[in-house]
């Protein structure tokens, strides 16, 4: 029989008992964070659950870490406090357990309608990777920009591509996006382009939450790698193209990805996910042995994009891809991360890089969607080669289970003018 909450959960919500993604919540915009869980259309206080004295466990038993305004204290226990976490919860949740069912007060203080809260990043980011992890985005980037012939450099199928970003830009979802300025490709013999970006793009991505992480000068087996990996979000790393395409080289992205990176609210757990796993895609040829994976696998998680431009009510879907299409998995993104000793803590954002498939309607940008502006898309009566100003960009995403959801809700974000 299917596990129920007695909390009423609708049956298309992406957040069921199966789910319980973790996030940090207030109820007034002075008030401090508080961290919790999504039930149905609620959140879960963890605070009034933990001063309850009900994480009982031998690992939860007296911490203070969902006392905290982040969660980066809970992150840093590891996998047997997340498993232990989880299974508290569930039975607490779950409609034959009477302690907190039949507790009136506790369920009036504990259990606050999402409609009354407002979301706010539920950790700390210390640092923030973004990878380059699908093979479809990098054959179309690199169709477009260099041709055909190479448009996968060799070293791509060895390792794990990656930069490192911005933590201090990266905002939660409903924040607005101001469009950036910077330079652009000069025309002829004219000084380079200076002003607002006029190839503003989305990508659709998601990010890796670390959990204890490694100290400095250790690495992580990428057979070990899931235990550092505590959960994912949505993630929508903006991208300017015209100023990422003059100022890449010889350094890579700058200016062109710094200024802003949305992630959605909740962090759907890797055990929550664990249904879903999937094969990754062989590997050719096969990784060096510190990328070796004895089981080597992703997740099937619908991605949904719609653009909803400005002036008009309802949105357009542009893209419908899947976790899936990512060639390099996460553990092996975390180990070659660590692989020279760097120290990832807990809280760090890793970023998968832009999801795309196989498909026309499954690309994850508008780079590749318009082919760098040379097919304008078609939005319910008006065209885009990038994004404009009032344009909202929503990302969703969710695991189809037997009558129920794991689902991640959605990753917003709207384009805003430049600041005077």
């Not at 963890?46 to 305004?69: H, R, Y």
């Not at 670390?210 to 992580?220: S, Y």
Request: proline share 9%; with cysteine.
């Amino acid at each position: 029989m299917a596990l129920k909450s007695f909390v009423q959960v609708h049956p298309e919500s992406h957040f069921p008992i199966q789910n319980l993604p973790y996030g940090a919540f207030r109820t007034q915009p002075a008030a401090p964070a508080r961290l919790a869980v999504a039930i149905g259309d609620c959140v879960l206080d963890l605070s009034e659950i933990a001063k309850a004295g009900l994480f009982n466990g031998p690992i939860l038993s007296g911490s203070d870490c969902f006392l905290q305004p982040t969660l980066n204290k809970f992150l840093a226990l590891g996998r047997p406090a997340w498993k232990e976490a989880r299974a508290t919860l569930q039975k607490l949740l779950s409609s034959s357990e009477p302690t907190l069912r039949d507790n009136a007060e506790l369920r009036q203080k504990s259990l606050v309608p999402m409609s009354e809260v407002e979301m706010v990043i539920p950790m700390e980011i210390g640092d923030y990777t973004d990878f380059f992890s699908s093979m479809h985005h990098a054959k179309n980037c690199g169709t477009i920009f260099v041709g055909p012939q190479n448009a996968i450099p060799p070293n791509w199928f060895h390792l794990p591509i990656a930069y490192h970003g911005r933590a201090s830009s990266v905002v939660i979802s409903g924040t607005n996006i101001i469009r950036p300025r910077g330079q652009g490709h000069p025309t002829g013999s004219s000084p380079p382009y200076f002003g607002p970006s006029l190839k503003l793009d989305f990508e659709l991505e998601m990010g890796a939450i670390v959990g204890p992480g490694n100290e400095l000068g250790k690495t992580i087996d990428v057979n070990e790698a899931a235990d550092h990996i505590f959960g994912l979000v949505l993630m929508n790393d903006w991208s300017a193209r015209d100023i990422q395409a003059w100022e890449y080289i010889p350094l890579g992205p700058f200016l062109g990805k710094s200024f802003g990176t949305t992630i959605s609210p909740w962090i759907v757990t890797l055990d929550a996910l664990e249904p879903f796993a999937c094969d990754a895609p062989k590997q050719d040829p096969h990784p060096l042995p510190y990328l070796a994976e004895k089981n080597s696998k992703n997740y099937d998680i619908a991605l949904e994009v719609q653009i909803k431009p400005s002036g008009q009510k309802d949105s357009t879907v542009v893209t419908r891809s899947n976790f899936e299409n990512l060639y390099w998995t996460l553990t092996q993104q975390l180990a070659h991360h660590t692989i020279n000793g760097c120290n990832l803590r807990p809280g760090d954002l890793l970023g998968t890089g832009t999801i795309s498939g196989p498909e026309p309607d499954s690309l994850g940008c508008l780079l590749e969607l318009t082919w760098n502006g040379q097919r304008p898309l078609s939005l319910n009566g008006t065209t885009r080669k990038f994004l404009e100003d009032g344009d909202e960009v929503i990302i969703s995403g969710c695991c189809k289970g037997d009558g129920y959801n794991v689902g991640f809700g959605t990753c917003a974000g709207k384009v805003v003018p430049p600041r005077d």
